[in-house]
């Protein structure tokens, strides 16, 4: 292992440095747009007041922070990880916090200043029609805040995608495609980590350069009305892009999964022909499974949405089952000593399993039609992102706080987290079958009883998080050296 | 990197972001339609006093409008199909127009040379146009049909089956005969507005 | 050599020649005339090279600001007022027979291989799509962008530029997807002893 490590050690501290803030990044917001999150809830539970107007900018804020403090941490797992295996450039990984703060500040200027609340996905024409609630600079600011955003990722996959082109040759052999249809030995396949973060490549700069494009012809259109293009033609970019964006962030927090777990059982991550081809499966298949999110749109052609259907069925599986199936493996009569990290790790398998379930029912035409518009929705990406792929994250960041760190508040942190969050998402999924609408900010008295609940899920939520990312934080003031 | 790096880019972007602004009058055209319907709003230009034939065979001259506003087109009569919409776009207008009301008189101007008197007729007959409110006309001579085409900035290209390409653009001749407005391509008057 | 140095004023003079037949069809005009212009500056920027001042060698960060300015002459020239102005005032065309060589391909030539590869990498991964999206612009609006073509000669445009955008798009997927081989390129071999030195460093 020392010799692969050398590859990219250069400049070992400060990467370390960087990967901490990084994390740090994502804690601080992830707590602020909890805090966003748990607001309307409480608005919808009808505990506090909002105004609905600011409750629309709170559920934009929420959700373009949500999906890029995603993308950061992902980043941040995956990046520590792969640097293992090959040269990547620290500067670059520094460079891309740099764009995603400028980002974030424009972000949160268009909303909390401009009052830009036409929800994450600036779903085009809405950006140019506020109807007097945001004007064209509010919304311009938010589409260069995730363009420069855009900008810093790309860098970083693309840099990524250099260092693994470096050592194996070509992105096929990254991924382990040789491997996958037997051209090779599985012994020399690529790690789980170069294998993941080359999936992640792929996907993201496919994504991002797509979603540069629709955001350069929104931004037009804002500025110059007579300019316009077709709004189905731009759904499916904006798709395309938002669908990909947030669907890799779990498969580059998995990379945790890979690495931290076999620390723990003392068992290297058995990587066999299965492995690789589920990960080309998966890559394959998150590039084609966007339209699951026109299902309602009539106007699609219809074999694309039976395509989309079917992908969507499938598209999270390949990787799910090899990965829950060797966590398994990894873990099972390996003695291991359960901590917080390990917990959170290992929870975060069990929530993408669990996230996929709901996510397969409104992946279906006809329950979609009916669903697809209440809060099942948000049931199914908040089990997913909070109990999957967060919960990766958060693992992550208390593995990396170490052992040295208060630890005995630790535990508590995981089981609120868990509980809070089950309680949370259950909520949303129950509300979601009884028809419950999302996205919207006033609610039915028949309604108050699952906001009730799902506030008092999420304060809690909030609560075990709260006290993971403090640990964390205190933990940054012991030096460098002293984390694993 | 050196300070030569700072003033080289600084020099890319003055001289870059410089042209792209001139090339789109301060990034709000981008095509020479639009340049030209800025330019227009801005500074409307006199229409020379060209002389033209109407669908009754009567000569007249830009200078009779004197006074009121003309709404222009232009087409020509053998057009199958934009000449069709901006004809009944412009019958409606004209059928809604009150006859005592002669500030705004209507003028569709043929750019071919290939119509007489008998084809403008039957355009006009075809959309009930009557004059003089409403004047199916072409120049008397080529330098005539040559100026108005410049003045009024069209371009008429073949469109390869022995017919033409042109803009179904309609233009706003005030009441001191200038060149005052190029509505966007596309905006049909009957439906109210102006 | 000297041959090959008189096709840079040869080829430059045979496009203007041309330059009616060219500028006639949208599609020609964009993905032909205009990429081959910029080719003329690139040839010649090959030739100019030993004789690059060194000031601007120096000033000349990561080839950044001669891409700037290749990325704006090319913006520049694409706009569809411009498209229209080089065809009906002769001195716009003769500025833009001037300035794609010598704005855009010269530039082109003397940056690109200063570049590091993931800035080249960055400039790819952008201007492909952005192609293809003007492409399917073009191919998708209702009214005509220039005065002086046709929609349809403004569709096949849009088409080519689409097709330009998938070849380029396939090749570099192919390229970075595959990788040279080893025993096809001096990177791929070092590629090779590289990764040969890290296993054995390890075990």
Redesign the interface.
Known sequence: MTGIEAVGSRSRINATAAVRAYLATCGIVLLLMMLLGLTMRLAQAQWIDVEPNLFYVVMTMHGAGMVGIAGLGGAAVMWHFVRRYVPVSTAIFVANLVFFLIGAALILGAGFIGGFAGAWTFLYPLPGHSGGLWSANGAAAYMAGLLVIGVGFLLLHLDIARGIISIYGGLGAGLGVKQAFGFAPEKDGPPPAVAAATMAAISNVIGIVVGAVVLILSLVNLYAPSFTFNTLAAKNLIYYFGHTFINVTIYMAVIAVYEILPVYTHRAWKTNRVFYLAWVLSTLMVLTVYPHHLLMDFAMPTSILVAGQIISWLSGLPVLLVTAFGALTNVYRSGLKWDAAAGLVFMGVAGWAIGIIPAVADGTIPVNSVMHNTQWVPGHFHTYLLLGMMAMMLGFMTYLAGPKSPSHLAPAGVWLYLIGGTTFVLAFLAAGSASVPRRYAVHLPAWLAYDRAGSIGASLAVAGALILIVRFLVSLRSPIDATP | MTRGFALLLGLVLCVGVGALAWATEGFRVITSQGARQLSIARHPIPVPNVRLVDQDGHTFSFADYRGRTILVDFIYTRCPRLCGVLGDDFRQAFSRSDAKNDRVAFLSISFDRADDRDTLRFYADRYAAKTPGWRVAMPCDAHGLSTLLQTFGITVISDGMGGFVHDGTIYLVDESGRLARILDPGTRIAAGHP | MNTTRALVPVAWGMLWIARAPLEHEMALHMAVQLPLLIGVGYMLATFLRPYEPR??A????LG???L??V???T??WM????L??AL?EPWIDSAKFASLPLLAGLPLGSSWPRMP??GR??LW??F???L??IG??YL?AP?????????DQQAAAGIALIAVAIVLGTCWSVI???????FWSRA?IR??R??H???????
């Open positions: 000031w601007f120096e000033s000349d960060w950044i600001p001669g700037l300015l990325v704006f002459a913006s520049f706009l569809p007022r411009m229209d102005l009906s590869g993931l990498a960055f991964a952008n492909i799509p952005k293809g999206a399917g612009l998708a009214t005509r962008l220039c005065a002086y073509y046709r929609l970075v997807f595959v990788g040279s081989p080893p791929g590629r090779q590289a990764r030195e890290i296993l054995e460093a390890g075990e």
